[in-house]
C-alpha cells in the first residue's frame, strides 16, 4: 500500500517535471506578459506561473486525458484576474513601482492584457476566453480589437512616463 | 489600408517576439513540493469532514434510540366515556 503510494509519487513528479520542461518557458513568457514585467525581472510572474502549476500537479492524477497545458493555463487566468486589483494600483507619488509599467503590455488594462495574451499569445477560441474571463464573446471581441490598437498606435518600446530630461532616459 | 488580420498578425508577432524570460532551474520542484502540500491539506480537509460527518450520524442515531421522537407521546387527555 505504502510501496504503491510511493511509486505513484514518484511517477506523478516525474511527468509533472518533464511537462514542466517542456512547457514552463511558453508559460512563464505568458505569465510575464500578463503582469507586464520585464523578461529578466518578472518576480510576479514567478509566483503566479508557481502557483498554477502547483495547482496543475495537485490535479496530476485527476486529470482524465486533459490537456495539461490546458488546465495550467486556465489555473493562470483565474489566479491573474483574481488577483488582478493587485497590478492594477494607481502609481503612488513618490515610490517606485519596480516591476511593474515597463513590460511590453504595461500600457494596458490588466482585462486587456490577459484577453490579448490568451487571444494571441495563446490562441484561445473568442467563446473560450469569454468562459475563462466571464464575459459575453462580443464584449471579449470588442476588448481585444481596442488593446490591438492600442499596441499599435504608441511605439513598442515602452516611454517614460514622467518624461525626464532628454540624455537621462533609458 | 490594413486589414484586421494583418493588425492582429502584428500584435501577435509584438507578443511572440523579444526576449523570453529565462525559465529558473527549480520552477517544477517548487511547483511539484507546493502541489504535494496542496494535495495533503486538501486530504486532511476532506478526512476531517467525512469524520464530523460520522459522527453528526452517529450522534444523531443515539439520540433518535434514546428519545425515540416517533413514538407519540401517550395521552394525557381521556376522552369522557359514555354510552357504556
Keep these: 500500500m505504502r510501496e504503491r503510494y510511493f511509486s505513484q509519487h514518484r511517477r506523478r513528479t516525474r511527468e509533472f517535471e518533464s511537462y514542466v520542461a517542456g512547457a514552463g518557458g511558453r508559460l512563464l513568457h505568458a505569465?510575464?506578459?500578463l503582469t507586464a514585467e520585464l523578461p529578466d525581472d518578472n518576480p510576479r510572474a514567478r509566483r503566479l506561473l508557481t502557483a498554477a502549476l502547483a495547482e496543475t500537479y495537485a490535479?496530476?492524477?485527476r486529470l482524465r486525458g486533459e490537456d495539461p497545458y490546458d488546465r495550467t493555463r486556465q489555473e493562470l487566468a483565474a489566479r491573474f484576474a483574481r488577483?488582478?486589483?493587485r497590478y492594477h494600483r494607481p502609481a503612488i507619488p513618490g515610490l517606485p513601482r519596480p516591476h511593474a509599467d515597463h513590460g511590453l503590455l504595461a500600457r494596458l488594462t490588466p482585462?486587456?492584457?490577459l484577453i490579448l495574451v490568451l487571444r494571441l499569445h495563446e490562441g484561445v477560441a473568442e467563446e473560450q476566453t469569454a468562459a475563462l474571463v466571464g464575459l459575453p464573446a462580443d464584449r471579449v471581441r470588442a476588448i481585444c480589437t481596442r488593446a490591438i490598437a492600442t499596441m499599435r498606435s504608441t511605439p513598442p518600446t515602452p516611454p517614460?512616463?514622467?518624461a525626464p530630461a532628454p540624455g537621462v532616459a533609458t | 489600408m490594413r486589414t484586421p488580420d494583418r493588425k492582429t498578425a502584428e500584435v501577435r508577432h509584438l507578443l511572440e517576439g523579444g526576449p523570453h524570460p529565462a525559465v529558473p532551474a527549480e520552477l517544477a520542484a517548487q511547483a511539484a513540493?507546493?502541489?504535494?502540500r496542496m494535495l495533503h491539506r486538501r486530504r486532511v480537509v476532506r478526512r476531517t469532514l467525512w469524520l464530523l460527518l460520522a459522527v453528526a450520524?452517529?450522534?444523531f442515531l443515539v439520540w433518535a434510540s434514546i428519545a425515540q421522537p416517533w413514538v407519540a407521546p401517550p395521552s394525557t387527555v381521556t376522552p369522557p366515556v359514555d354510552g357504556l
Excluded at chain 2, 513540493?33 to 504535494?36: A, H
Design chain 2, 57 to 59: 450520524v452517529i450522534v
Design chain 1, 160 to 162: 517614460a512616463p514622467a
Design chain 1, 83 to 85: 488577483g488582478a486589483w
Design chain 1, 59 to 61: 490535479r496530476w492524477d
Design chain 2, 33 to 36: 513540493e507546493l502541489g504535494l
Design chain 1, 31 to 33: 505569465a510575464t506578459l
Design chain 1, 111 to 113: 482585462q486587456e492584457r
